[in-house]
């Protein structure tokens, strides 16, 4: 059978939108404190998914988010031919597509880091220069006992001139009995001051190489964690939008209808709810007008104003008790072969939705567009640099879906359906009134009431022409003002994050292929084997070969892990100095700041920490 529905509604929602502008005046102050930008009428759409006809606009219950409002708001929208449609899941689609989505340095993030690197590079060697200029060698002895001073596992001749000679023994530390000053010391220190006791010309040689080595250092040290934020950000709102802490402002507290407390992602909603129960208790009304009038046998033509008619079947209203079965009205029930149809909508509020937006600074909220939008335009522009989607997704945001950003709803309907040329007995004997009904309009316009709200159909005479009347209303006479739990929706807008992108990015797979897609295996331990060869091998070209020996003191297994877990973990970390528990790999995975992690970094070591970026971030 043809669904007359979508078409039907379609100019319904036309002629709402048009009679906006006009009921405006009674509107505004009703609403202002919902949105302030009803003065400019909304194009609102009509959704047509079963079951999400009604809205629980009662969001807040004591502070906690209502568990029924959150299902009805996590759906997907999509616009499709003037009508929305809800798909359930959006926060586990959300989080498939977030966990999918990684950053991978750029061409200029390369460059930049590898010339921050260089420039850093050409100071250390002029004081490396500097020094050989004055003393020729470092001995293989003096420069044993200095690692054992400064408490590391080796160190090279930028660490010993550095670290040793003129952060201990050249300050005058030493002379003092104090302790040398550490590598995270060393950086904020006065330079100047630390050439107390130094050699003549080691001052004029190695200063200013020394304020520009650590100035390179330094912007380095941003670079690095701006890129370690784009990685590690991705995963945080991952992370938030699967498992929120309580506290977390993205994590609202939902109660269940089985009273039980779960963690749900919260959406902002306005106004409060007090403000909606004042709306929906208003009397302001709107109303839309249908004519119908019989074509042949089986159809009739109803229009709107302003719109094309339509052929609908000629039974136009169909009533149905709890107790019974549905009644069709045909022309020998006595409405005739003509109807004007009015719809009034009772109490109107615009509601806004807002998904709680990530926040990298405070760690809260949950939904982080940025990512998701580069790497829709990345995938379009087959760029694979960036913010990428690492698994096959269905980014069907692409254009023409989101999530719900306005609903227009009503505290009640009333339908007035007048028979010009019907039977006013005739049609009493037929309608079931006083008691509930569902009733149907063209076959496929569903209405119903709720419990508190029951639809009751009635026969009148209209106030104007005496023509006999149907009215059906779930407005109580003696509590027309007192909304129910559950508001009618008239229509909706939707917010499309990636609508201006181009319709190259949508993919065909399903949201599920998502679920079971996965990297090819070799692939992924090609790419980890090459990440862990690369650290090992930058730290031999800047620390020396690590030898069998070093590896056994630090009970190592390979030399891999005795990078990450003795000279990261412990070395660097200070937790060796501290006597604590080393840094483990899932902590600095974690860590909103990695550098921040190994205060004791020696002076040399950029490259082998650019590395272990580049590892932790494909992991």
């Not at 937006?357 to 829709?376: I, M, R, T, V």
Request: charged share 20%; glycine share 6%; proline share 5%.
């Amino acid at each position: 059978m043809q669904d007359h529905y979508h078409a039907l509604k379609k100019d319904l929602i036309s002629a709402l939108n048009l009679s906006m502008p006009k009921a405006q005046s009674g509107l505004s102050t009703i609403l202002k404190s919902a949105t302030p930008r009803l003065q400019k009428s909304k194009k609102y759409t009509p959704i047509i998914s079963s079951g999400l006809d009604k809205f629980p606009w009662q969001w807040n219950q004591l502070g906690t988010f209502n568990a029924a409002t959150w299902n009805f708001l996590n759906h997907i929208a999509t616009s499709e031919q003037n009508f929305i449609s809800l798909t359930p899941g959006l926060t586990t689609w959300y989080y498939n597509v977030i966990s999918a989505t990684a950053y991978l340095w750029t061409d200029e993030d390369r460059a930049t880091i590898d010339s921050l690197l260089a420039d850093s590079s050409r100071y250390q060697n002029d004081i490396i220069s500097g020094y050989f200029t004055i003393f020729k060698t470092i001995d293989p002895l003096e420069k044993k006992a200095a690692a054992a001073a400064l408490g590391l596992e080796a160190i090279n001749g930028l660490t010993y001139i550095v670290e040793y000679l003129i952060g201990f023994q050249w300050s005058g530390r030493q002379a003092a009995g104090l302790t040398p000053l550490c590598a995270a010391e060393l950086r904020e220190t006065n330079l100047d001051a630390l050439f107390i006791k130094a050699p003549k010309n080691t001052y004029k040689l190695m200063l200013e190489p020394m304020k520009k080595m650590f100035a390179y250092e330094k912007m380095w040290t941003l670079k690095i964690d701006d890129l370690w934020n784009k990685s590690t950000s991705i995963r945080n709102a991952a992370d938030n939008t699967h498992s929120p802490e309580l506290s977390n402002e993205s994590g609202m507290q939902v109660v269940a209808h089985d009273g039980i407390n779960a963690v749900r992602h919260s959406f902002k909603v306005s106004p409060s709810v007090n403000d909606i129960r004042v709306q929906l208790a208003s009397k302001t009304t709107m109303k839309v007008t249908l004519s119908a009038q019989q074509s042949t046998r089986s159809d009739a033509i109803v229009s709107v104003r302003g719109a094309k008619s339509m052929h609908v079947p000629t039974s136009f209203l169909t009533l149905e008790q709890k107790s019974g079965v549905p009644k069709a009205l045909l022309l020998h029930d006595g409405t005739g072969d003509e109807a004007l149809i009015n719809i009034t909508y009772h109490g109107l509020a615009e509601i806004t939705i807002k998904a709680t937006a990530f926040s990298w600074e405070n760690s809260s909220g949950w939904y982080y567009e940025s990512p998701l939008k580069q790497a829709a335009m990345n995938k379009a522009q087959n760029s694979f640099q960036g913010y990428q989607f690492q698994l096959p997704v269905s980014y069907d945001l692409a254009s023409d879906s989101g999530f719900l950003e306005t609903l227009l709803i009503c505290r009640a309907m009333t339908v007035e359906v007048v028979c010009p040329k019907g039977n006013f007995e005739r049609l009493a004997q037929n309608i079931p009134t006083g008691s509930s009904v569902n009733a149907t309009l063209f076959e496929t316009v569903k209405l119903k009431g709720a419990p508190a709200q029951p639809l009751i159909a009635t026969i009148a005479k209209h106030k104007s022409t005496g023509a006999p009347s149907i009215i059906l209303t779930s407005v109580d006479e003696g509590l027309s003002n007192t909304p129910g739990p559950l508001a009618h929706v008239i229509g909706a807008t939707i917010y499309q994050p990636c609508k201006d992108l181009s319709a190259s990015i949508k993919q065909q797979h399903s949201p599920k292929t998502l679920k079971t897609a996965v990297a090819t295996k070799s692939l992924i331990a090609d790419t980890k084997r090459n990440q862990e060869q690369a650290l090992v091998s930058v730290y031999e070209q800047v620390f020396g070969l690590i030898k069998p020996k070093q590896l056994i003191s630090a009970h190592a297994s390979t030399k891999f892990n005795f990078i990450i877990e003795y000279i990261f973990g412990k070395e660097w970390s200070g937790c060796l100095k501290r006597n604590t528990a080393p840094v483990t790999v899932s902590a600095m995975q974690k860590a909103r700041n990695l550098r921040e992690l190994f205060p004791q970094m020696p002076i040399a070591g950029s490259k082998v920490m650019t590395k272990l970026h580049e590892y932790l971030s494909s992991k």
